[in-house]
């Protein structure tokens, strides 16, 4: 690689972002074509990916090096001081080069080779199969249709081939409508009900300025709303605050006029654009990467970022729109702007409460597929994977999938995956090491060839779906298809520690049930695995004894005495169980990582000949 | 005075009860001379129980000739009864409002509370500090059990029987006494049994304007540490605080005249402001209408979270001192008897594995905040809601919970009981049936023969069906400290106290069940069931071929 000119620094040192005393390790970096890899003394391995680095910053000189901060878009801020500043330059300015892109094919996931076969990759390919959803969904039906308008990606660029529609839109209405939408996304089908035959519908903003009318639009939405035989009028949500859409007539864009189309019930939901929840975050960050906070500044910060009014605004979407759904079978239709922020955001954790299907591990993986990666939500821009315009960026996703986790702590049972699994598709939806995320929608993935270059994500997740499986998960949590009802008050929304902290091991509990929890529901399938063998062989035994007894009861009238004898298999040896230490390991549980240690190793600085503070970890053996 | 003379009416029929997340119900109400009862129909289930000291605030609204009492209790919960009548109406109010407000400790409830599976003497000697001080003197000659407050002539607020060295004379603690504030002079606290160093706790020197001195207290410390050897004394007010003190007669311990102890200085919040963080927190918590900027501003404001930040950070300052650095530690604040008690009760259950049992905890309590003379009394007269003018009103206790509860979310193998324990105890604390957190301390007890004529809460508790539903299924014994975070992005609000009445809890708790039916799962009953149910198998079929022949 052209850019790299050191591949290798020998004792730098990593320090701990959140140790008053500058605890550090110490170790060698390594600058690989794809990662950047820390290997501190006791063969500790961190690899960071490059195209996880979010900005690198060189601070000025210190007697002990030269300080480079990496900050990464899975919210992982190391901090490591480079003994020279040559080396410190070199790494500094390949780093730079290495994590911008300039073009799709440098990306991770066209070089990465997880070592399948063609047949492998296709069937990982297929396994999340769109069009079985829809099937699953109930459509086609007598309403609703498959649409080929959009077969060449002729009416919009950034929908899928496959759209549904209803049964009475005819192609001119489409056509029509989708010249009145912002980027012709009109309107189509995201989600259906079976039982209350009312669909989810997801567009654009139209393009009404301050007196534009299409009567094809109109049409469209009236197609809707007859599609739903339970309800006479739909409800149109325009996810954006009043203001903002207002604004965007004198554009020429703007929302629907209540007047022109009949029987719409038309609402404002007020979530902020991605400007905003870009700005939210950086605001966020800073807080939560404050060192030495005070509880009172932590929440005020939490307070001005205004991060926890956004993710609450989403869900208070959401929960607007299943009532509608499920309350008066009626059809909604989503918009915003473009119709791939927050009306993805809208639309599928809609699904989410309305479908338990959705919140199961492969439910999760197909609703992602549909309403995120169909639709065009532009994961590329919005997650910067190339050198583009910084104004694209916005964490739209990354708000969704803390949504969900808000949901799981409400309802533990409800939700088959972890939120391991959360953190585990957010890492990856920034790594370009999949193919599935990558560009800005389906025509773009198509003319990158991302089916036959790289590999899907998917495949791959549920092959260790143990890790990700929530072990209190209930099948039968509610009926299928209740909706599942969160309570928005405000106090139901928390900071995310796991997300924004993930890297921050002293800050987090010592102990985690989650795993205690995996580890033992793990234990007892073994155990009830185990048992159903037995009987198995029990009964297979015991079978062949019958067979045994009936010739033997034929031929002689002294059968010998079976069933006393101790079956054999009683002597197979149970599998050993872990025991207790592997799962009650408590990291980090040291003075030294905590804010209090502050004071007396201030202390202990002026009579050092006291002091000796073993600064090991912890570790609990019970 | 007789109960009677306050009930002013003592039932009314057609009252409606209503309370957040429960369906209304319609019933007879009956105020008796500490209960207040609804049952739905005559002779019929009883929809309420509620003990009238658990009352705090009483607040009526009269519309037409009916009225509505709402009730908000200490425990937080707040209940609505529509009385039909205006004259009964006002009449209910007022006798809840005098009964509740009963200041007499005779009068309570305890003193009447006779249930047929408790005996009287039954949890009240289980903790004796004998049995506390066995453990210590069979590691160190060091210290001896000193009978000098036998009558409480020495130190009202102390027990009779107190740890202190054994270097120190009976009539050198005397002395001491009378330069301690309230004469709680320097006792031992804590022994860690790992490094053998020890916690003690006092009140502030009488150090006064003059900057007196007293040679008792100065040989007290100084015998405690060899040659050489270093003290930290962690004084719980600012240093601007200790000092004003001297003003009014406290004060601190000079380095002058106590060459060997450091002082640190960590400020803790008590008395009103703490009384009033802890009102403004449940406000905010009992409004759902909250924007999330207005809710993370009042949790903000109340400032409860920073108070349970400093305290966390103190007792683990306690804790680091004994544990990492050898050190001995004194504790104290002012008067010795609120952070200081927060402190070293909470540096106890971080250094020590065997505070953290079901019933070391209690123990724990029973020494460092009942025996050692927290004004229970006096700190949880009234609670969050009351509108009557405050005295000496203030959640110490609840704050040291709250802490206990932190270290249980952070550590959740690690403590034998669960959040069940800590809610009781806060509910008993503030109103109960049982005698153990009654007066302000040994002598008033004893004044009022507590010991003798209510029943303890420990008998209760210890019963082993309620023991079942206090343990935590995930504990596992964990000899090691428990250093907790307290970086603000660690410290949570504990929702199953301040949300208790007003989050649907329904799903959490279904999960909590689900864990305990796979750690029981998980436990050897469980594989012993694989046998069984194997032999089953194999005996059915015996039985099927035994019958066949």
């Known amino acids: 690689m052209e850019h790299i000119r050191t591949t290798k620094v020998e004792q730098v040192k990593l320090l701990d972002r959140f140790s008053t005393s500058n605890k550090s390790v110490t170790g060698t970096l390594y600058l690989t074509a794809t990662h950047l890899l820390f290997i501190d003394s006791s063969q500790k391995e961190t690899w960071i990916l490059h195209h996880h680095i979010a900005a690198v910053e060189k601070l000025p000189l210190t007697t002990s090096g030269c300080p480079l901060v990496i900050q990464c878009k899975n919210f992982r801020i190391v901090h490591f001081v480079v003994p020279r500043e040559r080396d410190c330059h070199d790494i500094y300015n390949s780093l730079l080069q290495l994590s911008k892109t300039a073009k799709y094919e440098e990306l991770y996931a066209f070089s990465y080779n997880p070592k399948q076969n063609e047949s492998e990759q296709v069937k990982g390919w297929q396994l999340i199969d769109l069009a079985e959803e829809y099937k699953r969904m109930g459509v086609p039906n007598a309403y609703w249709q498959l649409s ?96 903002n859409a207002m604004a965007n007539r004198a554009a020429g864009k703007g929302y629907e006029n209540e007047d022109n189309y009949s029987n719409i019930r038309f609402q404002f939901v007020g979530i902020e654009n991605i400007h905003v929840m870009r700005s939210s975050l950086q605001k966020l960050l800073e807080v939560s990467g404050t060192r030495g906070l005070s509880v009172n500044d932590f929440l005020s910060g939490l307070e001005n970022s205004g991060w926890l009014r956004h993710i609450k605004a989403v869900v208070d979407a959401a929960v607007f729109l299943v009532k509608a759904i499920a309350m008066e079978s009626a059809s909604v239709l989503v918009h915003c702007s473009d119709g791939w922020d927050r009306t993805s955001q809208v639309c599928s954790l809609g699904a989410l409460l309305l479908d338990s299907y959705y919140r199961t591990i492969k439910g999760f993986m197909v609703l992602i597929e549909k309403d995120w990666i169909s639709f065009g939500h532009k994961f590329s821009d919005r997650c910067c994977q190339l050198d583009g315009d910084p104004k694209e960026i916005s964490p739209v996703f990354t708000q969704f999938l803390e949504c969900v986790w808000n949901l799981t702590e409400q309802f533990p049972q409800a939700f088959e995956y972890n939120e391991v699994f959360l953190l585990q598709i957010h890492e990856h939806v920034h790594s370009c090491q999949f193919g599935n995320f990558l560009g800005n929608c389906e025509k773009e993935r198509e003319e990158l060839k991302v089916k036959e270059k790289t590999y899907s994500l998917w495949p791959f997740l549920l092959a260790e779906q143990k890790k990700y499986r929530n072990p209190l998960y209930n099948p039968d949590f509610l009926p299928e298809l209740s909706l599942l009802e969160p309570n928005t008050v405000s106090f139901n929304f928390k900071f995310w520690r796991n997300m924004y902290h993930q890297f921050d091991r002293s800050m987090h509990p010592r102990q985690s049930v989650l795993n205690l929890i995996m580890n033992l529901s793990e234990q007892n399938k073994q155990l009830e695995e185990d048992i159903k063998e037995l009987e198995a062989k029990i009964k297979q035994r015991n079978g062949q004894l019958d067979v045994v007894l009936v010739k033997e009861h034929q031929q002689s009238a002294h059968p010998a005495p079976v069933a006393l004898k101790t079956p054999p298999c009683f002597k197979k040896e149970q599998p050993p169980i872990p025991g207790n230490e592997t799962v009650r390991t408590i990291e980090g549980s040291n003075t030294a990582d905590n804010r209090y240690s502050e004071l007396v190793s201030e202390f202990s600085k002026a009579e050092p000949a006291v002091v000796s503070l073993e600064y090991g970890v912890a570790r609990m053996t019970c | 005075m007789e109960f009677s003379e306050l009930i002013k009416t003592a039932t009314v029929e057609n009252v409606l009860l209503s309370c957040a997340g429960l369906p209304a119900v319609r019933g007879t109400l009956c105020i008796t001379s500490h209960h207040l009862l609804l049952s739905s129909c005559p002779g019929g289930d009883v929809e309420l129980w509620l003990l009238i000291r658990n009352v705090d605030a009483v607040e009526k609204r009269l519309t037409g000739s009916s009225g509505t009492i709402t009730l908000r209790c200490k425990d937080l919960k707040v209940l609505q009864l529509e009385i039909p009548g205006m004259e009964e109406c006002l009449n209910i109010a007022s006798s809840i409002e005098a009964l509740s407000s009963v200041d007499s400790v005779m009068m309570m409830y305890p003193f009447f509370y006779r249930p047929p599976s408790l005996k009287l003497e039954e949890g009240w000697h289980q903790f004796p500090l004998e049995q506390y001080f066995q453990q210590i003197s069979s590691q160190t000659s060091q210290w001896r059990l000193s009978t000098v407050n036998q009558d409480f002539s020495t130190c009202p607020t102390y027990p009779p029987a107190v740890i202190v060295p054994a270097a120190v004379g009976d009539e050198a603690l005397r002395k001491a006494a009378r330069f301690r504030q309230g004469g709680r002079f320097p006792v031992l606290s804590y022994f860690h049994p790992k490094n053998r160093t020890v916690m003690l706790r006092s009140s502030q020197p009488l150090t006064g304007p003059n900057r007196r001195r007293c040679r008792e207290d100065e040989t007290l410390l100084g015998t405690i540490l060899d040659e050489g050897e270093r003290g930290f004394i962690i004084d719980t007010r600012s240093a601007q605080a200790a000092k004003q003190a001297r003003m009014t007669g406290g004060g601190t311990e000079p380095k002058s005249s106590y060459p060997q102890w450091r002082r640190l200085h960590r400020p803790l919040e008590r008395g009103r402001p703490l009384q009033e963080s802890f009102a403004k927190l449940v406000e905010a918590c009992s409004d759902p209408s909250l924007s999330m900027d207005r809710w993370l501003g009042r949790l903000e404001s109340s400032r409860w979270l920073s108070h349970v930040k400093a305290a966390l950070s103190t007792a683990c300052l306690a804790a680091q001192c004994m544990d990492r650095e ?176 007003i989050r649907p809890s329904q799903h959490l708790d279904e999960a909590w069940a689900e864990i305990q039916r796979l750690v029981e799962e998980n436990n050897t009953p469980a594989k012993e069931s694989t046998g069984n149910r194997l032999s089953q198998s194999l005996s059915d079929h015996t039985a099927g071929m035994e019958n066949r022949r």
């Open chain 1, 148 to 243: 080929d308008a959009n077969r060449d990606y002729k009416i919009c660029e950034t929908y899928p081939r496959e759209l549904y529609v209803p049964r009475t839109a005819s192609k001119p209405i489409i056509v029509g409508s989708s010249k009145f939408r912002s980027k012709g996304r009109f309107p189509v089908l995201s989600y259906y009900h079976k039982n209350k035959e009312a669909a989810i519908c997801r567009c654009s903003q139209p393009l009404s300025g301050f007196s534009a009318r299409c009567l094809e639009d109109e049409h469209m939405l009236q197609a809707i709303s007859k599609a739903n035989p339970s309800n006479r009028y739909m409800y149109v949500m325009d996810t954006r605050p009043k203001l």
């Open chain 2, 326 to 501: 050898e050190a001995t530690v004194l504790v104290h604040g002012a008067e010795g008897t609120d952070t200081t008690l927060l402190v070293t009760a909470l540096a106890q259950v971080i250094l020590d594995p065997s505070c953290r049992t079901l019933v070391g905890f209690q123990g724990l309590l029973e020494r460092e905040w009942i025996q050692a003379g927290h004004p229970f009394h006096l700190r949880c007269a009234h609670s969050a809601y009351s509108h009557a003018r405050l005295k000496q009103e203030a959640p110490l206790f609840l704050l040291f919970l709250d802490c206990v509860w932190q270290l249980s979310r952070q550590f959740p193998f690690s403590l034998e009981f669960g959040e069940r324990l800590l809610l009781s105890l806060f509910d008993n604390a503030y109103a109960s049936a049982y005698g153990t957190f009654l007066c302000n301390n040994e002598k008033e007890r004893s004044l009022c023969k507590v010991k003798e004529s209510t029943h303890s809460l420990w008998a209760w508790l210890n019963r082993p069906e309620e023991q079942q539903k206090l343990l935590n299924p995930l504990y596992s014994h964990n000899a090691l400290v428990i250093w907790p975070s307290v970086e603000p992005q660690s410290i949570q609000l504990w929702q199953g106290l301040f949300l208790r009445w």
